[in-house]
Structures are given as C-alpha cells and as structure tokens.
C-alpha cells in the first residue's frame, strides 16, 4: 500500500486544454512535492506546498499552478496544454520539508498525461 | 545548482550475481542526503537506500548497499544476490535541507536494469 494515490492514471488532452491532476497524501503528511517525468528521463521538480501554502517552484511556467488542502489532498493544474507537457506527473509527500530531504519521499503511482 | 549524472542508461545482471549502478553528483553544499530510488512498471518511486553526506559509513539495506566518495562526488549503487524482482529503472538522487532547495529531490537520467535469469 503506497500511502499516496494519484488519479486519474491515464489521461488524454488536446492542446491548448486545462487538466486538474489529483493526489491524496498520507494522513499527517504536510508537505506535497509535484514532479514531471518525461519519457524515459528523470523526475523534474515542479513545485512544492507545505500546509496550504507554495514554498518552492523548479523552473516551470505559472500555467503550472498547485493546491493543496486541509485533508492531505492536492491538485496540480495545466492551462494552455503544450504538446511537451506529455509526461508523467508524480505526487510525493512527506512528514515536512526536512523530513522529505533527510528521509525520502513516498510517492504515488502518478498519472500519464498525453497531450495530442 | 546542484547535478546528478547516472552514465548508465542500461545495465545487466545475471540472478543470484551482483551489479553496481554509478551515479556521481555535483554540489557545493557539505552537508545533504542521496539517495537510490527504484520505478518499476508500477510507475511507483520505491526508496531503496539512502546515505546522509556527513556520515563515512556506506549505508547498507539488505542485499543493497553503497560505495560513497564524497571527495569524488561519487555515490554506487550495489545490488547482491540479484533477484529477477530487482528489474526496474533506477534513479539516483540529491536532497539538501538547507536554503532555497525546499528540500526537492534532484534526480539523475536513470538506469535500466535488467535481470536475466
């Protein structure tokens, strides 16, 4: 059991569309890391809340914008699609942001974004 | 900015013989963790190990374990006794605590494994 689910896991958008990706952490995890993985690269560091509130953006674009709740659960949300965009997109949660850095990150299964 | 390098993009491995994957990194901080993470075909981020920069010895988890140079900026990732499980892409990564870094994980290309039986 992972402890954080990702949804929907496959997902098709025509360019130029907005897309809301999902994720539920673990109770008690404080900190949401979103990461994109393009094909067959390394995860990219898209951007990170810690209670409600982004404190940490990777060098994405502000159509790449987050929330996060009170109950453990956090969007990422896409405007204007890009054909780039295709990737898969990872959640990642931890205790806080030095409990990530020093202990790891659990992370969900993501979710397949294509963009066509 | 910190830098993770995996050469690898492909390894093999016989079951039951041993594989080390290399990864090797660039920093200015003296103080920051690394660490290997497994994604099999589930697409799930596994933590495999993790090695804390201010600690000398090598951490170990089971048939895992690694070589750490921090002089070299090199952190090896030794898999024993392979087991046909053990197939996936392997990634390594860099985690610093401290300013700006919001503690992300900064990830290398990764590596293929493959365990043939």
């Known amino acids: 059991e992972t402890g954080v689910t990702q949804s929907p896991t496959h997902l098709i958008k025509t360019r130029g569309q907005q897309v809301t990706l999902r994720c539920s952490s673990q109770s008690g995890h404080n900190t949401v890391s979103w990461y994109q993985q393009a094909l067959g690269q390394g995860p990219q560091f898209i951007f990170q809340?810690?209670?409600?509130?982004?404190?940490g953006r990777g060098n994405f674009p502000p159509r790449f914008s987050g929330l996060q709740f009170p109950n453990y659960s956090s969007e990422l949300n896409v405007n204007a699609l890009e054909l780039d965009d295709s990737a898969l997109y990872l959640c990642?949660?931890?205790?806080?942001?030095?409990?990530?850095?020093?202990?790891?990150?659990?992370f969900g299964s993501g979710t397949r974004l294509t963009v066509v | 900015a910190q830098t993770v390098t995996q050469s690898q993009p492909e390894m093999s491995v016989q079951e039951a013989e041993t594989v080390t994957l290399s990864c090797t990194y660039d920093?200015?901080?003296?103080?920051?963790?690394l660490f290997w993470y497994k994604q099999p075909p589930s697409r799930q981020m596994i933590l495999v190990i993790r090695?804390?920069?201010?600690?000398?010895q090598n951490a170990t988890e089971n048939r895992f374990s690694v070589n750490f140079q921090k002089a070299a900026k090199s952190f090896s990732l030794k898999i024993s006794d392979s087991q046909l499980g053990d197939a996936a892409m392997y990634f390594c990564?860099?985690?610093?605590?401290?300013?700006?870094?919001?503690?992300?994980?900064?990830f290398g290309q990764g590596t293929i494994l493959t365990v043939h039986p």
């Open positions: 809340y810690y209670r409600e509130e982004e404190n």
């Open positions: 990642a949660s931890s205790l806080g942001t030095i409990q990530g850095a020093l202990y790891g990150y659990t």
């Open positions: 090695q804390e920069a201010y600690k000398q």
């Open positions: 990564a860099y985690s610093w605590a401290g300013g700006t870094s919001y503690g992300k994980l900064t």
């Open positions: 920093t200015s901080e003296s103080d920051y963790y």
